[in-house]
């Protein structure tokens, strides 16, 4: 088992790694949208949020040797199940090769965000 880090990507809020890589495939940990220079969430729409997760997640499998195109499974979790779309759409243009995914509405998520992606590449 080997722990990745990048400054290129939020540090962890708590006692876990940004990602895993173990017998061939990387782990990581659900992003937020904190944006990683300044440390806050800076944006406010499911949109801005999405396209930070999804850098921040490009930026962690990039740091363990991987990809988004590399990208097995995701598992989304959305504060509200009526921003599917907008989601939908930011997300589509990051996982162009169609990983298997499930996604879902919860109450609520770290830093009061609207969405939150965790994702299993091969490394």
Do not use: W
């Not at 944006?35 to 930026?59: D, F, H, M, R, Y």
């Not at 990809?67 to 499974?73: G, I, Q």
């Not at 959305?78 to 759409?89: S, W």
């Amino acid at each position: 088992m080997e722990k990745v880090y990048t400054k290129n990507a939020p540090d962890a809020i708590g006692p876990y790694s940004q990602a895993i890589k173990a017998n061939g495939l990387v782990f990581t940990s659900g992003q937020i949208a904190i944006n990683p220079a300044s440390g806050q969430v800076e944006a406010e729409t499911i949109e801005a949020q999405t396209e930070q997760v999804c850098t921040n997640l490009k930026n962690v499998l990039e740091a363990a040797g991987s990809s988004l195109e590399k990208a097995v499974k995701t598992v989304c979790f959305l504060a509200d199940m009526g921003d599917f779309a907008a989601f939908n759409e930011v997300y589509g243009k990051y996982f162009t090769e169609k990983p298997a995914r499930s996604c879902v509405a919860v109450k609520s998520l770290p830093k009061n965000v609207l969405v939150e992606v965790e994702v299993i590449a091969e490394a």
